[in-house]
Nanobody, 124 residues
Framework: QVQLVESGGGSVQAGGSLRLSCVVSAYTYSRYCMGWFRQAPGKEREGVAGIYTGDGSTYDADSVKGRSTISQNNAKRTVYLQMSSLKPEETAMYYC?????????????????WGQGTQVTVSS
């Protein structure tokens, strides 16, 4: 069983930055796809970025390119999402997700485990 706990959300003004963290609890932590998603009220869930713990390869959505960085600390079993130049329309609940025992990750990965989310509010 995989448990994910997100933190780091909060309120920030437009143009500001935040770093979200996701700590993974699992019996083993190897070859995971780890992803960040967000969902605003009344909108569909959107993939933001992902990282493959096996080799650190990453992908991100076009909407955040150049403004976000996903990274990991495998020793701490933690994945981070650094976001900058935040916009009010990026106000949403941000979720961490995992898909264990994969050979690679991309935007089509089907994630199987989800955290409870951390709220990010960007004010204008």
């Amino acid at each position: 069983q995989v448990q994910l706990v997100e933190s780091g959300g909060g309120s920030v003004q437009a143009g500001g930055s935040l770093r979200l963290s996701c700590v993974v609890s699992a019996y083993t932590y190897s070859r995971y796809c780890m992803g960040w998603f967000r969902q605003a009220p009344g909108k569909e869930r959107e993939g933001v970025a992902g990282i493959y713990t096996g080799d650190g390869s990453t992908y991100d959505a076009d909407s955040v390119k150049g403004r976000s960085t996903i990274s990991q600390n495998n020793a701490k079993r933690t994945v981070y999402l650094q976001m900058s130049s935040l916009k009010p329309e990026e106000t949403a609940m941000y979720y961490c997700a995992a898909d264990p025992w994969r050979d690679y990750c991309d935007r089509y990965t089907k994630y199987t485990d989800w955290g409870q989310g951390t709220q990010v509010t960007v004010s204008s």
